[in-house]
C-alpha cells in the first residue's frame, strides 16, 4: 500500500497562483509514474499533469499547459503542482495518484484514471472571477 496525502489547496482570486503538494509514503528507485488529477461537481475525474519519478519525463493536459508545472523532490518523496494563472474553470478537487507499473526511460507518464492505483482523499481549489 502507498499511502499519499494533499495539501496546499485553497481558495483564490482568478489570475492566482496555487501550488499542491502531495507527500508519499512509497520511497522508490523505479521509474513510476505520479499524476495529478481533478474533479469538479458532476463532472468526471480528469487528467492534469503526470510525471515519471525517475527521469522526470512530463505529461500535461491541453487545459493547463503553460499555467500549471508539475515537478517532485525526491529526497522528501513529495510531489508538487505549482498553478498560476488559476482560472474558474480550474475549481475542483485535486487528487493526485501514482500506480504499481513502471515506464521506460523517456517514455510518457499515464493520463488516464485506470493507470493509476493509489490516490489521495484529495484537496479543494476554488477559483472566483
Known sequence: QVQLAESGGGSVQAGGSLRLSCAASRRT???YAMGWFRQAPGKEREFVSSINWI???TNYA???KG???ISRDSAKNTL????NSLKP???AVYYCATG???YYTGS????AVREYDYWGQGTQVTVSS
Not at 80 to 83: E, G, K, S, V
Not at 108 to 111: D, K, R
Request: glycine fraction near 8%; proline fraction near 4%; charge should be negative.
Open 108 to 111: 510518457s507518464p499515464g493520463s
Open 55 to 57: 527521469d522526470g519525463t
Open 80 to 83: 508538487y503542482l505549482q498553478m
Open 100 to 102: 504499481i507499473r513502471s
Open 89 to 91: 474553470e480550474d475549481t
Open 67 to 69: 499555467r500549471f508545472t
Open 29 to 31: 528507485f523505479r521509474n
Open 62 to 64: 491541453d487545459s493547463v
